[in-house]
């Protein structure tokens, strides 16, 4: 069984039941709400990130050349880290997928802004994602930086976690994030991108009030470890 583990903001960390160890949209160095630091990451398999934006991707070039994982994203990202010297990259693209060893990753659309952390150049600019992961038969959706999409109507049926943005001001608020539920009828929904700066601050107690019986809402703080089965 895979479990999942949350790092504060939109960082999550996977165990699958094979033993593949993932990390999502790394994020700790500088993040407040982190529970621990990159170095702590160890064994690393897999990094996934769902854009370009430094809080998403500012820990992946470094844990990637220190743990020999692999990056997965955007054709643009990945090809940008080779322009850094990180080789063995998988570029994907949206509603693109691939059978990984540890199961299948759809990345799906996002929409949100498209800028790069640390390239000056801008060459590398892309499309934001996010990913829908098949882990041990469990389906995890991880919505990355985005508004409320239409689109996310063509998941309905295929998720059973859903983590879903509800800071407001950059990305879906919490009631587009309800709209969001309406469209996907998850089983389980893990909040994401709040509280961790003014401009995000968000009342979970009120979300999850708001949510009513859509879906289970599970509100996990830094730290937290989800079984997913």
Same mark, same amino acid.
């Given at each position: ?5 949350? &790092? ?17 949209? *790394? ?5 407040? !709400? ?18 370009? %934006? ?8 470094? /844990? ?14 990945? !090809? ?9 990259? &998988?570029? !994907?693209?949206?509603?693109?997928? +691939? ?7 759809? !990345?799906? *659309?996002? /929409? %949100? ?10 060459? +590398? ?28 109507? =063509? ?72 079984? =997913?089965?």
């Amino acid at each position: 069984m895979a479990k999942l583990t949350f &790092h504060g903001h939109s960082t999550f960390s996977i165990e699958t039941g094979d033993g593949t160890r993932i990390v999502v949209d *790394p994020w700790f160095t500088g993040n407040p !709400m982190a529970d621990i630091a990159a170095e702590d990451l160890e064994d690393l398999d897999y990094v996934f990130c769902t854009h370009g %934006h430094e809080d998403h991707i500012v820990d992946a070039f470094p /844990l990637v050349r220190r743990t020999g994982a692999t990056l997965v994203s955007t054709f643009e990202i990945v !090809m940008f880290a080779g322009s850094q010297g990180i080789e063995g990259g &998988h570029p !994907m693209h949206i509603g693109g997928g +691939w059978d990984f060893p540890f199961g299948r990753v759809q !990345m799906t *659309p996002a /929409l %949100h802004g498209g800028q790069v952390h640390g390239d000056e150049s801008g060459q +590398w600019t892309t499309v934001p994602g996010g990913f829908l992961f098949e882990l041990d038969g469990t389906r995890v959706y991880h919505a990355g930086d985005t508004a409320l999409l239409t689109d996310m109507q =063509l998941l309905k049926g295929r998720v059973d976690v859903a983590l879903l943005p509800i800071g407001d001001n950059f990305t879906m608020g919490p009631e587009e994030a309800v709209r969001a539920i309406e469209f996907i009828e998850p089983k389980v929904v893990v909040p994401i991108h709040y509280d961790t700066f003014e401009l995000i601050e968000q009342d979970t107690d009120a979300f999850v009030e708001k949510v009513g019986s859509r879906a289970r809402v599970e509100v996990m703080k830094a730290g937290d470890t989800m079984d =997913l089965g």
